[in-house]
């Protein structure tokens, strides 16, 4: 039935959105046989059906281009050399195509050529629709416009969550959803106005969550699943600067515990096997259904003189949500490099995080690289297709465990970027994609680092302005301390 | 004196803007830096003086002619960075001068993020030469990138756009190769090593460098620190970083002979600064008038102490 629709309908379809934008094919030219040279390169990627169009450019210089997209007697032409793919037509190729073929046709003086065509291949997984992240200059001390802001990945909206001209140009950061609830979401501000902000739904509680039993102020979240506990870490951060080391700057814990707080009761607990004195214990994650928790840990060292020693296994421990109780025991998971950012996939088979020679601040290490464990035998997965010479960091896992979003400093090797790439079941990645922009040249001209990619089902609804009226105008509740 | 070359030659795109000293000091016309350099009595202006030190050092008379104007300790040489981000590009232009080239790169960094709208381009300019200098190209080149959207800056980011990933081209440039040369082969963290350790760290990587064996000196004169200035002698003395002494440290090294006997002899201190010296001496605390003496070292620790 759907075939016989698709034949009837489309060529009626290739002709609207070509006679639309008014765009031809030259009809004269001659086939090279090599790629166009495109930024961003999205040739022989894999994408979400519903992914907002991948507009790119060419990078040689062209006074006139055509792309055409075709696949199933559908064709879409765009004028070049920067493509801006009218989006009802990405949407007519991503739904009813598998592989879509895009060719590209310059003007050579005053002929035309016509370059191999490359592949989008379009997987039927959806992507959740948003991705949650923070906008901030990869600098050293200094900050300037700071922001939480979620992208709609369907289209190219992005709106601000918070934005720190509204809470006195502090910083903020650290933000975490339950589950990819978007109705659920903590995040920290620092300095004026600092507190821990939990969203519930369109409600905004502010936390004072310093305890005389804790190191620091809550840092690095992950919500419990069932969004009841959030498990942190409390860290004494410092950094300093490197005067030829590429990798300008080193971010260290001298000391590190891990706690969980209970959202109801506003008291935070531990473990002596989450706070001993001579390890570092940090970045805590729960597993998919809640029973364990994972955490990085390594011995403790005199800092900052033995940063470069500093090695984190991941480790865990289990979890009772009923009771609120953990294990009385601690499993070593991995324990190669220095391993951090334990995020296990929400169908609870792989276990992605992020391997550094050394430390747990890995966007400022050359040599990041995403890692995963198959849970369910052990392995370590092959993670070429998606790791790069630059670092490669901080990810987070669609609803679906098909697809996975994170940071990386490939393109400029400063300017933290997005990328998403495909998972199948058996844990093979596809070559992954440039958040998709309107404007191909966007990425070149922003001079913000994209912090901590969250997938999010739906779009955080807490208003702005609720938040910052909460951040400057609630003194907040202290949290408590549970022996 | 060594022939020193213009170093920061980054900002010359930006003179229309500015008036006055700013003009003068955006051109890089250190003469021009010197002669309207204006003592302004009582107030101590940090940033001010530190664009004359700055204006000596390029010239390559910071140790020669310090001391001919009112100094302020070593605030006055290297001022203290203020949180609003208004002297950070001063300071990136100082640790550039000094060789310091992540310092440097770092305070461009901090200054750019903190203009008030846009970007500083200066500061770009500046972070265009660190990256090439460390061979960040790709980042080097999204700053060149944008500095070419502007038609002020255009004509100087296309100029640097033969260095990209072109190492042989930034050694035939005399500052890039230069500045290269002053990068110490040995990491060191700002938590390892002061100011005065760097400093010394890139005198023994590019001892050629003139700013930074001038300014490491004159910056213990400033804070009279004379047990690390005589380790310094010590050090490098003789050397080719240092192979003799200028004015304001043969000045320095005449007092360190008050606490051993002909120390002067052994640095190469003529006699007649020593002359002078002890001539100061003997005044000292007579009623006679001191002003002959006033362009020297010895007259601006007196003045410090008597403060």
């Given amino acids: ?483 | 004196m060594r022939k020193t070359f213009t170093i920061i030659s980054t900002a010359a795109v930006l003179i229309s803007s500015c008036s006055g000293p700013d003009r003068a000091f955006m051109a890089e016309d250190w003469d021009r830096v010197i002669a309207e350099y204006a003592d302004d009595g009582e107030n101590v202006y940090y940033d001010r003086i530190a664009r004359l030190n700055l204006a000596l050092a390029q010239k390559g008379e910071l140790a020669e002619k310090a001391f001919s104007y009112t100094q302020a300790g070593s605030a006055g040489l290297l001022p203290e960075w203020s949180p609003d981000g208004e002297n950070g590009a001063l300071l990136s232009d100082i640790y550039f001068a000094m060789g310091y080239v992540s310092l440097s790169q770092r305070m461009a960094f901090e200054t750019d993020v903190l203009a008030p709208e846009g970007h500083n381009p200066a500061m770009l300019a500046r972070l265009v030469q660190t990256n090439l200098i460390f061979g960040a190209y790709k980042v080097a080149e999204k700053y060149i990138i944008e500095l070419e959207k502007d038609p002020a800056t255009r004509a100087w980011a296309q100029s640097q756009r033969r260095f990209l990933s072109n190492d042989a081209a930034i050694e035939n440039d005399p500052l890039l190769s230069s500045m290269r040369r002053c990068i110490p082969e040995e990491n060191f963290t700002s938590g390892e090593l002061g100011l005065t350790d760097a400093l010394r760290a890139i005198i023994k990587t590019n001892p050629k460098h003139r700013q930074a064996i001038e300014y490491l000196g004159t910056l213990y004169l400033l804070d009279m620190d004379f047990e690390a200035f005589r380790a310094f002698l010590d050090e490098f003395y003789g050397t080719e970083a240092l192979p003799e002494l200028p004015r304001a440290f043969s000045e320095a090294a005449c007092m360190l002979s008050e606490m051993e006997h002909g120390y002067w002899k052994t640095v190469g201190v003529s006699q007649e600064t020593y002359r002078n010296f002890r001539d100061f001496v003997k005044r000292l605390g007579t009623g006679l008038s001191m002003d002959r003496f006033e362009d020297t070292y010895f007259y601006y620790v007196m003045r410090a102490n008597s403060q």
């Fill in chain 1, 1 to 483: 039935m759907i075939h016989r629709l698709k034949t009837i309908l489309l060529p009626a379809l290739a002709l609207c959105i070509t006679a639309a934008c008014s765009v031809k094919i030259p009809s004269s030219y001659t086939q090279v046989d090599e790629l166009p040279h495109i930024y961003p390169d999205i040739a022989k990627t894999t994408v979400p059906v519903n992914i907002a169009p991948l507009n790119f450019k060419l990078t040689d210089a062209v006074e006139k281009a055509v792309l055409s997209l075709e696949c199933e007697g559908i064709q879409v032409l765009v004028k070049g050399p920067s493509f801006d793919i009218p989006s009802d037509g990405w949407k007519d190729l991503t739904s009813l195509c598998r592989d879509i073929s895009a060719r590209v046709y310059v003007q050579d003086g005053k002929s035309w050529k016509a370059y191999s065509a490359f592949t989008i291949h379009v997987s039927p997984d959806p992507i959740d629709p948003y991705v949650t992240y923070r906008l901030i200059e990869p600098g050293y001390e200094t900050w300037n416009g700071i922001g939480l802001y979620q992208r709609c990945l369907e289209d190219f909206t992005q709106t601000a969550i918070i934005e720190n001209s509204k809470t006195g140009t502090n910083c903020m950061n650290c933000h975490s959803f339950a589950d990819r609830n978007p109705e659920k979401m903590v995040f920290h501000m620092r300095g004026q106005n600092g507190g821990t902000y939990i969203i519930d739904r369109d409600k905004v509680e502010k936390l004072n969550t310093k305890t005389p039993q804790t190191i620091s102020a809550l840092v690095y979240p992950q919500w419990h699943p069932d969004g009841r506990y959030i498990a942190f870490s409390v860290n004494d951060i410092s950094q300093v600067f490197h005067s030829t080391d590429r990798n300008r700057i080193e971010v260290y814990d001298s000391m590190s515990d891990v706690v969980i707080y209970d959202v109801e009761r506003h008291e935070v607990m531990s473990s002596p096997l989450l706070m001993s004195e001579d390890r570092f214990e940090t970045y805590p994650s729960f597993s998919h259904d809640g029973m364990k928790l994972y955490f990085c840990t390594s011995p403790a060292r005199q800092m900052p003189e033995e940063f470069k020693s500093v090695r984190y296994s991941i480790c865990s421990i289990d979890f009772d949500p009923e009771t609120a109780t953990l294990g009385a025991k601690v499993d070593t998971l991995y324990s190669h490099g220095s391993a951090v950012f334990p995020r296990v996939s929400p169908d609870g088979r792989f276990m992605m995080f992020t391997e550094t020679a050394y430390g747990c601040f890995p966007i400022w290490h050359k040599d990041a690289e995403l890692r995963m464990i198959d849970l369910s035998d052990g392995a370590i997965c092959d993670m070429s297709c998606i790791n790069s010479p630059d670092v490669d960091s901080y990810h987070s896992w669609s609803s679906s465990s098909r697809w996975v979003i994170f940071s990386s400093r490939r393109e400029d090797g400063l300017y933290t970027r997005l990328y998403i790439s495909h998972m199948d079941k058996d844990g093979n990645f596809t070559k992954p994609f440039m958040l998709p922009q309107r404007d191909p040249d966007f990425s070149i001209g922003f001079f913000k680092s994209f912090n901590i990619p969250e997938f999010t089902r739906g779009k955080v609804v807490a208003q702005e302005d609720a938040i910052a009226r909460c951040a400057v105008g609630d003194k907040g509740t202290d949290i408590r301390w549970k022996d």
